[in-house]
Protein backbone atom coordinates (compact mmCIF):
# COMPACT_ATOMS: atom_id res chain seq x y z
CA UNK A 1 0.00 0.00 0.00
CA UNK A 2 1.54 3.50 -1.11
CA UNK A 3 1.89 5.80 1.90
CA UNK A 4 2.15 9.45 -0.04
CA UNK A 5 1.76 13.27 1.10
CA UNK A 6 1.30 16.19 -1.32
CA UNK A 7 3.29 18.91 0.22
CA UNK A 8 2.41 23.25 -0.16
CA UNK A 9 4.45 25.76 0.49
CA UNK A 10 1.78 28.12 1.74
CA UNK A 11 1.28 31.97 -0.01
CA UNK A 12 4.87 31.15 -1.08
CA UNK A 13 5.97 33.77 -3.29
CA UNK A 14 4.21 36.40 -0.53
CA UNK A 15 6.12 34.44 2.01
CA UNK A 16 9.32 34.52 0.95
CA UNK A 17 8.87 38.75 0.55
CA UNK A 18 7.99 38.66 4.32
CA UNK A 19 11.04 37.31 5.37
CA UNK A 20 13.18 39.45 3.20
CA UNK A 21 11.47 42.65 4.80
CA UNK A 22 9.82 42.16 8.07
CA UNK A 23 7.73 45.02 7.86
CA UNK A 24 5.57 43.30 5.66
CA UNK A 25 4.01 40.96 8.37
CA UNK A 26 0.73 41.47 9.70
CA UNK A 27 0.07 43.83 6.60
CA UNK A 28 -1.67 43.09 3.30
CA UNK A 29 0.39 41.71 0.55
CA UNK A 30 0.23 40.99 -3.36
CA UNK A 31 2.98 39.88 -5.25
CA UNK A 32 1.63 41.19 -8.91
CA UNK A 33 2.17 43.39 -11.58
CA UNK A 34 1.58 46.90 -11.22
CA UNK A 35 -2.58 47.66 -10.23
CA UNK A 36 -2.55 50.96 -12.53
CA UNK A 37 -2.05 48.82 -15.30
CA UNK A 38 -2.93 45.34 -16.50
CA UNK A 39 -1.13 43.45 -13.65
CA UNK A 40 -2.40 40.11 -12.52
CA UNK A 41 -1.83 38.71 -8.44
CA UNK A 42 0.65 36.20 -8.80
CA UNK A 43 0.35 35.09 -5.04
CA UNK A 44 -1.83 37.49 -1.61
CA UNK A 45 -0.54 36.33 1.53
CA UNK A 46 -3.57 35.09 4.24
CA UNK A 47 -3.89 38.41 4.86
CA UNK A 48 -4.67 39.88 1.82
CA UNK A 49 -7.20 36.92 1.46
CA UNK A 50 -9.21 38.08 4.18
CA UNK A 51 -9.87 40.82 1.50
CA UNK A 52 -11.13 38.14 -1.43
CA UNK A 53 -7.90 38.52 -2.99
CA UNK A 54 -6.98 35.70 -4.46
CA UNK A 55 -4.36 34.58 -7.17
CA UNK A 56 -5.40 35.34 -11.11
CA UNK A 57 -7.10 38.16 -9.83
CA UNK A 58 -6.44 41.71 -11.58
CA UNK A 59 -4.08 44.07 -9.47
CA UNK A 60 -6.82 46.56 -9.85
CA UNK A 61 -9.46 44.54 -8.24
CA UNK A 62 -6.95 43.89 -5.56
CA UNK A 63 -6.43 47.21 -5.25
CA UNK A 64 -10.59 47.98 -5.14
CA UNK A 65 -10.63 45.58 -2.58
CA UNK A 66 -8.02 46.42 -0.37
CA UNK A 67 -6.89 50.22 -0.99
CA UNK A 68 -3.93 49.46 1.96
CA UNK A 69 -2.57 46.33 0.09
CA UNK A 70 1.47 46.53 -0.38
CA UNK A 71 2.06 45.49 -4.07
CA UNK A 72 5.53 43.63 -4.87
CA UNK A 73 7.48 42.89 -7.97
CA UNK A 74 7.86 39.10 -8.26
CA UNK A 75 11.17 38.25 -7.85
CA UNK A 76 11.70 34.99 -9.38
CA UNK A 77 15.34 34.14 -8.63
CA UNK A 78 14.91 34.52 -5.41
CA UNK A 79 11.71 32.67 -5.04
CA UNK A 80 14.07 29.87 -6.88
CA UNK A 81 16.76 30.07 -4.26
CA UNK A 82 13.98 29.50 -1.14
CA UNK A 83 12.69 26.40 -3.30
CA UNK A 84 15.57 24.72 -3.94
CA UNK A 85 16.59 25.30 -0.26
CA UNK A 86 13.35 23.86 0.91
CA UNK A 87 13.35 20.71 -1.60
CA UNK A 88 16.98 19.85 -0.59
CA UNK A 89 16.04 19.97 2.86
CA UNK A 90 12.85 18.14 2.16
CA UNK A 91 15.14 15.31 0.53
CA UNK A 92 17.16 14.93 3.87
CA UNK A 93 14.18 13.50 5.74
CA UNK A 94 12.42 12.12 3.07
CA UNK A 95 14.55 10.40 -0.06
CA UNK A 96 12.06 9.80 -2.58
CA UNK A 97 10.31 12.73 -3.83
CA UNK A 98 8.40 14.25 -6.97
CA UNK A 99 8.38 17.96 -7.59
CA UNK A 100 6.06 19.15 -9.49
CA UNK A 101 6.35 22.85 -9.21
CA UNK A 102 8.42 25.52 -7.18
CA UNK A 103 6.05 25.55 -4.33
CA UNK A 104 5.00 22.06 -4.59
CA UNK A 105 5.40 17.96 -4.90
CA UNK A 106 4.78 14.63 -3.87
CA UNK A 107 7.08 12.54 -0.81
CA UNK A 108 7.14 8.54 -0.80
CA UNK A 109 6.51 8.48 2.89
CA UNK A 110 6.93 4.53 2.60
CA UNK A 111 10.61 5.22 1.51
CA UNK A 112 10.59 6.26 5.39
CA UNK A 113 8.18 4.03 7.48
CA UNK A 114 6.58 0.83 6.67
CA UNK A 115 3.01 1.49 7.91
CA UNK A 116 0.61 4.41 7.68
CA UNK A 117 0.40 4.83 11.14
CA UNK A 118 3.77 6.19 11.20
CA UNK A 119 2.83 8.60 8.71
CA UNK A 120 1.91 11.69 10.27
CA UNK A 121 5.35 11.98 12.14
CA UNK A 122 7.00 12.04 8.63
CA UNK A 123 4.90 14.61 7.75
CA UNK A 124 5.17 16.83 11.03
CA UNK A 125 8.87 15.91 10.20
CA UNK A 126 8.99 17.13 7.36
CA UNK A 127 7.47 20.49 8.48
CA UNK A 128 9.60 21.01 11.14
CA UNK A 129 12.73 20.76 8.78
CA UNK A 130 11.54 23.31 6.21
CA UNK A 131 10.53 25.88 9.06
CA UNK A 132 14.29 25.38 10.67
CA UNK A 133 15.85 25.87 7.46
CA UNK A 134 14.35 28.57 5.80
CA UNK A 135 11.37 29.32 8.59
CA UNK A 136 8.53 28.80 5.89
CA UNK A 137 5.54 27.24 6.16
CA UNK A 138 4.05 24.09 4.19
CA UNK A 139 0.79 22.03 4.48
CA UNK A 140 0.74 18.18 3.64
CA UNK A 141 -1.76 16.05 2.62
CA UNK A 142 -1.10 12.32 3.33
CA UNK A 143 -2.94 9.06 1.96
CA UNK A 144 -2.59 6.28 -0.04
CA UNK A 145 -2.80 8.00 -3.48
CA UNK A 146 -2.34 11.16 -5.52
CA UNK A 147 -5.34 12.10 -5.72
CA UNK A 148 -6.53 12.36 -2.68
CA UNK A 149 -3.11 13.49 -0.98
CA UNK A 150 -3.42 16.27 -3.50
CA UNK A 151 -7.07 17.54 -2.39
CA UNK A 152 -6.44 17.23 1.88
CA UNK A 153 -3.11 19.41 1.15
CA UNK A 154 -4.97 22.36 0.56
CA UNK A 155 -7.80 21.13 3.88
CA UNK A 156 -6.18 23.22 6.59
CA UNK A 157 -3.72 25.60 5.16
CA UNK A 158 -1.59 27.34 6.72
CA UNK A 159 0.25 24.79 8.19
CA UNK A 160 -2.08 22.06 8.33
CA UNK A 161 -1.40 18.43 8.05
CA UNK A 162 -4.50 16.36 6.80
CA UNK A 163 -4.58 12.74 7.16
CA UNK A 164 -6.96 10.38 5.22
CA UNK A 165 -6.68 7.01 6.37
CA UNK A 166 -6.91 3.66 4.06
CA UNK A 167 -10.58 2.96 3.31
CA UNK A 168 -11.69 6.34 4.24
CA UNK A 169 -10.31 7.97 0.37
CA UNK A 170 -13.96 8.31 -0.88
CA UNK A 171 -15.83 9.65 2.10
CA UNK A 172 -12.98 12.11 2.41
CA UNK A 173 -13.48 13.46 -1.19
CA UNK A 174 -17.40 13.20 -1.49
CA UNK A 175 -18.47 16.33 0.12
CA UNK A 176 -16.29 18.55 -2.34
CA UNK A 177 -17.12 20.35 -5.36
CA UNK A 178 -16.29 18.90 -8.14
CA UNK A 179 -13.84 20.95 -9.99
CA UNK A 180 -11.66 20.11 -6.75
CA UNK A 181 -10.85 16.81 -8.23
CA UNK A 182 -7.45 17.25 -9.92
CA UNK A 183 -8.34 16.50 -13.64
CA UNK A 184 -11.80 18.25 -13.58
CA UNK A 185 -11.51 20.84 -15.90
CA UNK A 186 -13.86 23.87 -16.97
CA UNK A 187 -15.54 21.98 -19.77
CA UNK A 188 -15.50 18.92 -17.36
CA UNK A 189 -17.39 20.71 -15.10
CA UNK A 190 -19.86 22.12 -17.38
CA UNK A 191 -20.84 18.60 -18.56
CA UNK A 192 -20.95 17.53 -14.72
CA UNK A 193 -23.19 20.41 -13.52
CA UNK A 194 -25.43 19.83 -16.64
CA UNK A 195 -26.41 16.53 -15.76
CA UNK A 196 -26.62 17.66 -11.77
CA UNK A 197 -23.23 16.44 -10.71
CA UNK A 198 -21.84 18.52 -8.64
CA UNK A 199 -19.74 17.14 -5.56
CA UNK A 200 -17.20 14.81 -5.55
CA UNK A 201 -19.66 11.63 -4.58
CA UNK A 202 -22.17 12.24 -7.10
CA UNK A 203 -19.23 11.66 -9.90
CA UNK A 204 -18.58 8.53 -7.64
CA UNK A 205 -21.47 7.43 -8.20
CA UNK A 206 -22.15 7.51 -11.94
CA UNK A 207 -22.74 4.81 -13.51
CA UNK A 208 -21.22 3.19 -16.71
CA UNK A 209 -24.14 4.23 -18.82
CA UNK A 210 -24.82 8.16 -17.25
CA UNK A 211 -20.86 8.34 -17.15
CA UNK A 212 -20.68 7.40 -20.94
CA UNK A 213 -23.36 10.09 -22.11
CA UNK A 214 -22.00 12.93 -19.51
CA UNK A 215 -17.65 12.16 -19.97
CA UNK A 216 -17.75 10.32 -23.56
CA UNK A 217 -14.14 8.26 -23.86
CA UNK A 218 -11.34 7.51 -21.28
CA UNK A 219 -11.61 10.73 -19.28
CA UNK A 220 -15.09 9.28 -17.85
CA UNK A 221 -13.64 6.54 -16.18
CA UNK A 222 -10.44 8.11 -15.09
CA UNK A 223 -12.27 11.02 -13.28
CA UNK A 224 -14.47 8.72 -12.02
CA UNK A 225 -11.90 6.49 -10.17
CA UNK A 226 -10.19 9.18 -8.61
CA UNK A 227 -13.51 10.34 -7.42
CA UNK A 228 -13.74 7.51 -5.18
CA UNK A 229 -10.00 7.86 -4.33
CA UNK A 230 -8.19 5.43 -6.74
CA UNK A 231 -5.06 6.77 -8.67
CA UNK A 232 -2.35 4.24 -9.33
CA UNK A 233 0.20 6.92 -10.35
CA UNK A 234 3.46 6.13 -9.09
CA UNK A 235 6.09 9.12 -7.65
CA UNK A 236 7.80 10.12 -10.95
CA UNK A 237 11.54 10.78 -10.38
CA UNK A 238 13.16 10.40 -13.21
CA UNK A 239 11.65 13.66 -15.11
CA UNK A 240 12.06 17.31 -14.50
CA UNK A 241 8.96 18.42 -14.67
CA UNK A 242 9.38 21.79 -13.72
CA UNK A 243 9.70 25.24 -15.79
CA UNK A 244 10.98 28.39 -14.51
CA UNK A 245 9.45 31.19 -16.48
CA UNK A 246 8.64 35.27 -16.07
CA UNK A 247 5.97 37.64 -18.30
CA UNK A 248 5.52 40.72 -18.33
CA UNK A 249 1.58 42.61 -18.63
CA UNK A 250 2.06 46.04 -20.44
CA UNK A 251 0.66 49.66 -19.61
CA UNK A 252 -0.54 49.51 -23.33
CA UNK A 253 -0.81 47.22 -26.21
CA UNK A 254 2.83 47.07 -27.75
CA UNK A 255 3.29 46.38 -31.15
CA UNK A 256 7.06 47.79 -31.44
CA UNK A 257 9.29 45.07 -32.26
CA UNK A 258 12.18 46.54 -30.72
CA UNK A 259 10.35 47.47 -27.60
CA UNK A 260 9.56 43.58 -27.29
CA UNK A 261 13.17 42.34 -27.73
CA UNK A 262 13.74 44.64 -25.07
CA UNK A 263 11.23 43.49 -22.84
CA UNK A 264 12.42 39.53 -23.73
CA UNK A 265 16.20 40.32 -23.11
CA UNK A 266 14.98 41.11 -20.02
CA UNK A 267 12.84 38.12 -19.29
CA UNK A 268 15.45 35.93 -20.40
CA UNK A 269 18.35 37.36 -17.95
CA UNK A 270 15.64 36.80 -15.02
CA UNK A 271 15.47 32.68 -16.50
CA UNK A 272 18.74 32.82 -17.07
CA UNK A 273 19.70 33.74 -13.52
CA UNK A 274 16.79 31.26 -11.68
CA UNK A 275 18.85 28.59 -13.75
CA UNK A 276 22.51 28.84 -12.46
CA UNK A 277 21.00 29.80 -8.69
CA UNK A 278 19.77 26.53 -8.95
CA UNK A 279 22.56 24.84 -11.31
CA UNK A 280 20.52 23.76 -14.30
CA UNK A 281 20.27 23.90 -17.89
CA UNK A 282 16.97 24.17 -20.38
CA UNK A 283 16.37 22.55 -24.01
CA UNK A 284 13.49 24.03 -24.58
CA UNK A 285 12.80 27.80 -24.68
CA UNK A 286 9.18 29.06 -24.94
CA UNK A 287 7.45 32.89 -25.51
CA UNK A 288 3.75 33.08 -24.57
CA UNK A 289 2.21 36.02 -26.31
CA UNK A 290 -1.19 37.71 -25.00
CA UNK A 291 -3.17 39.61 -27.76
CA UNK A 292 -5.45 42.83 -26.81
CA UNK A 293 -8.35 40.20 -27.38
CA UNK A 294 -7.02 38.48 -24.50
CA UNK A 295 -5.96 35.03 -27.02
CA UNK A 296 -2.93 33.59 -26.02
CA UNK A 297 -0.16 32.20 -28.41
CA UNK A 298 2.73 30.14 -27.31
CA UNK A 299 5.92 29.28 -29.50
CA UNK A 300 8.48 26.59 -28.21
CA UNK A 301 11.82 25.53 -29.65
CA UNK A 302 13.68 22.38 -27.94
CA UNK A 303 17.58 21.99 -28.60
CA UNK A 304 19.87 19.12 -28.87
CA UNK A 305 22.11 19.95 -26.01
CA UNK A 306 21.07 21.98 -22.85
CA UNK A 307 21.94 25.69 -22.15
CA UNK A 308 21.49 28.44 -19.54
CA UNK A 309 23.02 31.50 -21.34
CA UNK A 310 20.85 34.75 -21.08
CA UNK A 311 22.02 36.19 -24.53
CA UNK A 312 21.11 32.60 -26.31
CA UNK A 313 17.59 32.35 -24.21
CA UNK A 314 17.33 35.91 -25.41
CA UNK A 315 18.11 35.14 -28.80
CA UNK A 316 15.08 32.10 -28.99
CA UNK A 317 12.68 33.71 -27.04
CA UNK A 318 12.99 36.53 -30.13
CA UNK A 319 12.60 34.57 -32.83
CA UNK A 320 9.84 32.38 -31.63
CA UNK A 321 8.09 35.98 -30.98
CA UNK A 322 8.63 36.62 -34.62
CA UNK A 323 7.58 33.25 -35.80
CA UNK A 324 4.66 33.77 -33.44
CA UNK A 325 3.75 37.12 -34.98
CA UNK A 326 4.27 36.27 -38.37
CA UNK A 327 1.89 33.40 -37.89
CA UNK A 328 -1.07 36.18 -36.07
CA UNK A 329 0.47 39.48 -36.47
CA UNK A 330 -1.02 42.01 -34.02
CA UNK A 331 -0.42 44.30 -30.64
CA UNK A 332 0.37 42.03 -27.52
CA UNK A 333 -0.94 43.06 -24.29
CA UNK A 334 1.26 40.61 -22.22
CA UNK A 335 4.81 38.46 -23.28
CA UNK A 336 6.62 35.26 -21.86
CA UNK A 337 9.69 34.02 -22.00
CA UNK A 338 9.66 30.39 -19.98
CA UNK A 339 12.26 27.51 -20.09
CA UNK A 340 12.00 23.74 -19.56
CA UNK A 341 13.12 20.49 -19.98
CA UNK A 342 15.49 20.91 -16.93
CA UNK A 343 18.28 18.96 -15.76
CA UNK A 344 21.23 19.49 -13.74
CA UNK A 345 23.80 19.96 -16.43
CA UNK A 346 25.52 22.69 -17.66
CA UNK A 347 26.73 23.58 -21.09
CA UNK A 348 30.64 23.94 -21.12
CA UNK A 349 31.95 26.56 -23.51
CA UNK A 350 35.65 26.06 -24.82
CA UNK A 351 37.81 28.82 -26.00
CA UNK A 352 39.34 27.94 -29.67
Not at 20 to 43: F, I
Not at 117 to 126: K, L, M, P, S, Y
Request: hydrophobic share 40%; charged share 25%.
Amino acid sequence: MPILAHLDLDAFFAAVEELEDPTLRSRPVVVGGNPQGRGVVATANYVAREFGIRSAMSSAEALRRCPDVVFVRPRHALYTQYSRAVWDTIREVVPRVEQVGIDEGYLDLGSVVPAFRGARAVAEAVQTSVRAATSLSCSLGVSTSKVVCKVASDRRKPGGITVVPPGKEARFLAPFPVRALPGVGPKAEQRLAAAGVKTVGDLAGLGDGELRVVLPGTIGPLLRDRALGIDLRDLDEATERISISTEETFERDISDRALLYAEIRLMAASVANALVQRRLSARTVTTKLRYSDFSIRSRSTTLAAPIDEADRIAELACSLLDRGLRDRPGALRLVGVGVSGLSEFRQLSFDP
